[in-house]
C-alpha cells in the first residue's frame, strides 16, 4: 500500500490516503469499474473493497492498486459479524459495517474516503486532504440550492425520507475518530430501512452526527453528482475536461445510483420514475453514462457468473424474511450485555437451535406486524386514532406500548 498525496486548493497537503468501497459479491462488477476510474485518475491511489459476504483476495490478482478485505478484519468478532448478518438485510448489512471498516483503515492511515461501489471518478479528488485535515469529517448534501417547483422528478422531501447527506461518498481522517465510533454504535443495531421510524440505513444518522461532531458540508458541485440532484449539476466537455456549467468547477465524482449497465440513457430507476426523458441527459453525461456501462458489462464478464448473497437464506436454504430478522433483532437488544446468544442461522451447529427459536419467536414476529400497523395507523387515521384515545384510554395505552417496543431503537 502506497504513500500518496492529495492536493488542497492552497497548497500541497502530505498524507498516507486511500480509497475505499463496500460490496456484496453481486456487485463486484461496479466495485471493479470504480477501481478501473481510480487508476485511470490518480494512479497512484491504492482502493481497498470490503466484500461482506465472501473471502474473495482473488478479485486483486492482476489488478494493482486494489486491496479486496473481509469482514473478519475489520475488528468484528465473529460472532457480532454473524448476528448483524442475520437482523439486516443486504443493503442495512453493507452500510452497517462502514464506519467499523473507516475506522480499521485509519488504523493504517490518515485519510480514508469511501466512494460507494457505483460511483465514478471523473478527476482527482485533490480538495479533500486539507478539508479533512482540518475538519476530520466530510459529507455532501444531496442538494446545494433549493429545487425550483418546474424540477418534477425529485423535491425536498427527498432529504427528509432519506437524509441531508448522500452517504455514497465520505471522507475521514483522525479528528473524525469519535464521530466514527458514535456512528458504529448506532448501525450495530439501528441501520435500517425504517421509514415509519424515521430512519434510512447509515444516512439519517449523519443528519445527527455532522452537528454534534461539527462535519464539514462539502459545497462543491463537482461531488457526488448524482440523478437527484442533475437538475442544478448540468455539465460539459470544455478541452477535454468535464465543466459544470453554471461554476467554475470541474467535475470530480459521479453517482450512478440505479443505474442499468444494459440501458445507460435512462440515467436511474431510482426515483421512481423515468428519466430518460428528462432533459437531464445531456451529450456529456450520455457519453460518461455510456463509458462507465462499458467498464460495468466488461467486468460482468470478467468476473462471470456472481453468487447471490451470501446471507440471503440460512444454512438449510432457507431465505430469511424481513420480518424474522426484525424479531431476530429485537430478541438481540433485549437480551444487551447479558452474554446471552441467539443460535445463529448461518452455522451448521447452530442452525437446527435457530429454527426452533423461530417457531417460538411467532407471536414476536406477529408483534412487530402490530406495532408497524398502529404507527402508520396514527398517522393514516389521525383523528380516529384520537378519538380512541379518549373513548379506549385503557387499550390506547395498550396499543402504544406495542408502537414503542416495536422498533427496539433507542429513544
Known sequence: MNDTSLVAENGPVPTKAVYCTVVAQNYLPQALALYASV????????????????????????????????????????????????????VEFSTSVKPQFFLSLLATYDHVTYLDPDTYVVSPLKELAGLVAEHGVVLTPHFLEPIPPEVQHVTEVHSLTVGIHN??????????????????????????????????????WTDIGANLFQAHSLRHYGYNVGPWNLHERAFSDVDGKLQLLHVSQELRLVHFSGFNPEDPDAISIRLSTNLKNSGLNSPALAALSREYARYVLEARAALGSQPEYAFD????????????????????????????????PFLENEVAGYHTWRARALV????????????????????????????????????????????????
Open 313 to 344: 437464506k440460512d444454512a438449510r436454504g432457507q431465505r430469511i424474511s424481513k420480518r424474522t430478522r426484525r424479531a431476530f433483532r429485537k430478541a438481540l437488544v433485549a437480551a444487551g450485555d447479558t452474554g446471552r446468544s441467539l443460535p445463529s
Open 39 to 90: 487508476k485511470q485518475q490518480e494512479p497512484d491511489m491504492q482502493l481497498v473493497v470490503l466484500v461482506v459476504d465472501a473471502d474473495r483476495p482473488d478479485v486483486a490478482e492482476g489488478r494493482p492498486g486494489l486491496s479486496v478485505m473481509s469482514v473478519k478484519e475489520i475488528g468484528l468478532s465473529q460472532r457480532e459479524v454473524l448476528n448483524m448478518a442475520a437482523i439486516y438485510d443486504v
Open 364 to 411: 414476536s414476529r406477529l408483534a412487530l406486524t402490530v406495532g408497524d400497523a398502529s404507527i402508520a395507523a396514527k398517522y393514516a387515521l389521525p383523528d380516529e386514532f384520537a378519538k380512541m384515545k379518549m373513548i379506549l384510554p385503557n387499550q390506547f395505552s395498550w396499543l402504544r406500548g406495542r408502537m414503542l417496543a416495536a422498533s427496539r431503537v433507542r429513544r
Open 167 to 204: 452517504l455514497g461518498f465520505a471522507s475521514f481522517g483522525h479528528k473524525g475518530v469519535p464521530f466514527l465510533e458514535w456512528w458504529a454504535a448506532h448501525l450495530s443495531r439501528e441501520c435500517l430501512i425504517y421509514p415509519l421510524l424515521g430512519i434510512f440505513v447509515d444516512q439519517k
